[in-house]
C-alpha cells in the first residue's frame, strides 16, 4: 500500500476472502495516515466522538467536504437511516473510482461497509477502528449488519475492506466499560480457541486494561483466531456461526435494555447464560462453567443491576434470525468447554431456562 509506514511486518495480518487478501496493519502511528488518505482524494464516513477526541487527525478530515460525520448508535445502524448517508456521499462527491474510509468503531464499520457494498455497485474501503472491540474483533471478517426496525443486524452484505489500519493510540480515550466491551469479544474468541487459550487470558484477565502490551498480545492473538474460523467459512454456513457464541442471548440482552448495555458487555453475560443452559441441558460440567464464570462475572460488573425484562428477552429471542419452525441455533459449550452448534426446539422449556438464568443471577433486576 502506498506511503504506508509499516513498523514491523511480523506484526502483519493478511486475510483471505472472496474478493482476494486484505491486510491488517498495526501502526502506532496510523492515524497521521488519515492525513495521506486525504490527500489521495478519499471520502469518509467518521464517527462524531472520535472526531471530537481525535480533533488533531480528524479536524482536516471532517472539514474536507468530503466527511459524513455520524452519531455512532444501534439508531444510526438503521436501515431506515442508509439513503440519507448515501445521499450526502453522492453529494460529496463520491465516485466509482474513490476510496471510502471509514473512522470508528463497529458501527461506523457496519454502515461504511454496507453502504461501500451498495453504492455504484462496490466500492474499495478503508477501515481505522477507534474502539477495542473493533480492533480486536469486529474489523475483519468481510461482514456488514444493519438493523432493520427494532430487529438488531438482520440485514447485511459481505464486503470486506482493502485495508485495516489498527492504531492503539485510538483506545485511549475509550471508557473502561467500552474497554471491557471489546475484551468481551477477545474472551469469546479464546473459549472458542480452547481451554488452553482461555485459561492464557484468564491468567493474564487483570493486565489487559493495565498494561498496553498484555492487551496489544491479546488483540493480535484474537485477531489470528478469528482469522482460522472465517476463511474457512466466510459467508458464514456452518463452521464461522461458532462466532455467535454469547450473541443469541446478548443480542435479547441488547434489544430488552434498549441497548444501555455495550455489545461485548451484553455478549459476555450472554456467555454465561449459554454456559448455564449448557449445563442445564447436560452439556457442561458446572465446576467447567464456573472457571469461565469467574471471568465473565469481572467483565460485565457495573451492569448487574441493569434490568433486562424477560418478556422483552423473549420477544428479542423469538425474532432471532437463527430461528426457524424447528427449532434455534444456539451455540453452547460442549463438554470440553468448546462452544459448538446446537438446535434446541423453542419451546417453554428453553425459554423457561433463560427466566431462570435470569432470576437467579440478576434477582430482582430481572424486571
Ligand atoms: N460487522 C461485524 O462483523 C461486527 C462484528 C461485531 C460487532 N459488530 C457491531 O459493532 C457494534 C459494536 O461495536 P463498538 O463497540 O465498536 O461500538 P460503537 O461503534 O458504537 O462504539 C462504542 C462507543 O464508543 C465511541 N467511540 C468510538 N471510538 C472511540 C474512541 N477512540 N474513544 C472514545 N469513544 C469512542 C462511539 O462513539 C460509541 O459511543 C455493534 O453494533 C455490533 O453489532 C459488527
Ligand atoms: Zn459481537
Avoid at 491479546?218 to 461458532?242: C, M, N, W, Y
Wanted: charge should be negative.
Amino acid at each position: 500500500m502506498a506511503g504506508l509506514r509499516v513498523s514491523d511486518d511480523r506484526d502483519n495480518i493478511t486475510i483471505a476472502s472472496h474478493r482476494g487478501p486484505y491486510q491488517v496493519f498495526f501502526e502506532n502511528g496510523g492515524r497521521r495516515l488519515l492525513t495521506e488518505d486525504l490527500e489521495s482524494g478519499a471520502h469518509f464516513v467518521v464517527d462524531s466522538t472520535v472526531a471530537e477526541l481525535h480533533a488533531d487527525t480528524c479536524l482536516p478530515v471532517v472539514e474536507s467536504g468530503r466527511a459524513v460525520v455520524l452519531t455512532a448508535t444501534e439508531r444510526t445502524k438503521n436501515l431506515d437511516r442508509i439513503p440519507a448517508f448515501a445521499e450526502a456521499l453522492l453529494r460529496n462527491g463520491i465516485r466509482r473510482d474513490t476510496q471510502l474510509v471509514a473512522v470508528g468503531g463497529g458501527i461506523t464499520q457496519d454502515i461504511a461497509c454496507f453502504l461501500a457494498s451498495i453504492l455504484m455497485r462496490g466500492l474499495s474501503w478503508k477501515f481505522y477502528p477507534t474502539t477495542l472491540l473493533a480492533q480486536a474483533d469486529s474489523c475483519i471478517g468481510s461482514k456488514s449488519s444493519i438493523n432493520v426496525g427494532a430487529v438488531k443486524n438482520s440485514a447485511g452484505t459481505f464486503w470486506p475492506p482493502e485495508t485495516i489500519v489498527i492504531d492503539s493510540g485510538f483506545l485511549g480515550t475509550l471508557s473502561e466499560s467500552e474497554l471491557r466491551s471489546g475484551i468481551g469479544e477477545i474472551i469469546k474468541v479464546h473459549i472458542i480457541d480452547g481451554p488452553q487459550s482461555f485459561d492464557r487470558l484468564a491468567a493474564e484477565y487483570d493486565r489487559l486494561i493495565s498494561a498496553p502490551e498484555v492487551l496489544g498480545d491479546a488483540v493480535r492473538r484474537s485477531l489470528h483466531i478469528k482469522k482460522r474460523i472465517i476463511e474457512a467459512d466466510e459467508f458464514d454456513t456452518g463452521p464461522r456461526q461458532v462466532l455467535n457464541y454469547g450473541h443469541t442471548f446478548g443480542h435479547a440482552i441488547e434489544s430488552a435494555t434498549d441497548y444501555s448495555i455495550p455489545h461485548g458487555i451484553a455478549v459476555t453475560i450472554g456467555m454465561d447464560m449459554a454456559n448455564y443452559v449448557a449445563v442445564e441441558v447436560g452439556a457442561l460440567a458446572p465446576d467447567r462453567r464456573a472457571r469461565m464464570k469467574v471471568i465473565t462475572d469481572r467483565n460485565s460488573r457495573g451492569y448487574e443491576q441493569t434490568p433486562i425484562p424477560f418478556d422483552r428477552f423473549a420477544a428479542a429471542i423469538k425474532s432471532d434470525k437463527k430461528v426457524s419452525a424447528s427449532g434455534i441455533t444456539v451455540i453452547l459449550p460442549d463438554s470440553q468447554s468448546i462452544p459448538a452448534r446446537v438446535r434446541l426446539p423453542l419451546d417453554d422449556r428453553f425459554l423457561g431456562l433463560c427466566g431462570s438464568y435470569l432470576l437467579e443471577e440478576r434477582g430482582r433486576h430481572v424486571a
